[in-house]
Nanobody
Framework: QLQASGGGLVLPGGSLRLSCAAS????????IGWFRQAPGNQREGVSC????????YYADSVKGRFTASRDNAKDTVYLQMNSLKPEDTAVYYCGAVRMGRGSWDRCVAGSGMDYWGKGTLVTVSS
């Protein structure tokens, strides 16, 4: 299973670091994606990071502000979020997909994930 944590209330322009901890499976064989869902909106993909961290994807809306990283020794993936904006307010989720044919497309699209975690709420407000 996956557990996202690190959300909270932050001022516009501030930073937060989210964590996604995996348990019950070997996360270094999985790409991990971050997704978010704001009230009244559909879930959208934010970022993906490959199994060993060599490849990353970012949505245009967060490119240059968010950075994904992972520590496979700790089975944990991080999302560093800087220069936060009110429109970043959402529940953030992480998901895992086993690396293989088509897995990167699945991560970017957020479909066909093998594991999903419960979300963590990020609120950007003054």
């Amino acid at each position: 299973q996956l557990q996202a944590s690190g959300g909270g209330l932050v001022l516009p322009g501030g930073s937060l670091r989210l964590s996604c901890a995996a348990s019950g499976f070997t996360s270094d064989r999985f790409a991990i994606g971050w997704f978010r869902q704001a009230p009244g909106n559909q879930r959208e993909g934010v970022s993906c990071i490959s199994s060993i961290g060599g490849i990353t994807y970012y949505a245009d809306s967060v490119k240059g502000r968010f950075t994904a990283s992972r520590d496979n020794a700790k089975d944990t993936v991080y999302l560093q979020m800087n220069s936060l904006k009110p429109e970043d307010t959402a529940v953030y989720y992480c998901g895992a997909v086993r690396m293989g044919r088509g897995s990167w497309d699945r991560c970017v699209a957020g479909s066909g994930m093998d594991y999903w975690g419960k979300g963590t709420l990020v609120t950007v407000s003054s």
